[in-house]
Nanobody
């Protein structure tokens, strides 16, 4: 079955960096478009970044462009989100996501807290 297991995250001061990982299993990872979302308290879940199956094309929300980098290692079946120059408004629970067989799958979520 499809599984997305996240790791990384935590608490960091403004300007700091964190890397999130999403280990995928149960499907042919290198065939699938992947996404990172986030949800802040009291707000709707929003798309942060996405990446094509090859990893050659990426796209970002305006709020994170130039600070976040989505990338993948298809040999390790793992998706990443490198987050630099973090701001308090980046505080949220972050999720990786994939559509497989007409079903949307989510990672378990990882808390990122940016605070001084």
């Amino acid at each position: 079955q499809v599984k997305l297991v996240q790791s990384g995250g935590g608490a960091v001061q403004p300007g700091g960096s964190l890397r999130l990982s999403c280990a995928a299993s149960g499907f042919t990872f290198n065939n699938y478009f992947m996404k990172w979302y986030r949800q802040a308290p009291g707000k709707e879940r929003e798309l942060v970044a996405d990446i094509t199956s090859s990893g050659h094309l990426t796209d970002y929300a305006d709020s994170v462009k130039g600070r976040f980098t989505i990338f993948r290692d298809n040999d390790k079946n793992t998706l990443y989100l490198q987050m630099n120059a973090l701001k308090p408004e980046d505080t949220a629970v972050y999720y990786c996501e994939v559509w497989h067989g007409g079903v949307e799958y989510w990672g378990q979520g990882t808390q990122v807290t940016v605070s001084s």
